[in-house]
């Protein structure tokens, strides 16, 4: 079985189209659809934690500066748990991370 890594915007675009989990139904104080997210992610997928691994991965990914923080973060924790594929969008393509084996954009995602 394979392990794929999904950034949390993917589900955005299953449940809204458009948006960051949380961010968007926070700022409109909507609580329903917040917790709907809260429920609906966890059942759907394994959320992986900012361990002490994924923390020292993080600190050597970050020294790429074309990455944002919540992009690297996502990957040192993606990493930290080897991963066979993480789909994000498409400016991470190409780049390479320890314990990722391929990093791929939802458009090309092999499926």
């Known amino acids: 079985m ?18 960051e989990v949380l961010v968007k139904p926070m700022k409109l104080g909507d609580t329903k659809f917040a917790n709907e997210y809260r429920r609906a992610i966890p059942a759907a997928a394994t959320l992986l934690q900012l361990d002490e691994k994924a923390a020292s991965l993080h600190a050597k990914v970050r020294r790429d500066a074309a990455l944002r923080a919540p992009d ?35 458009d090309r995602v092999p499926i």
């Open 72 to 106: 690297a973060i996502q990957l040192a924790c993606a990493g930290s748990r080897g991963v066979d594929l993480f789909v994000n969008d498409a400016r991470l393509h190409g780049k390479q991370v320890d314990g990722i084996q391929f990093i791929t954009p939802i």
């Open 2 to 19: 394979s392990r794929i890594f999904w950034d949390t915007k993917l589900f955005v675009y299953l449940f809204e189209g458009s948006g």
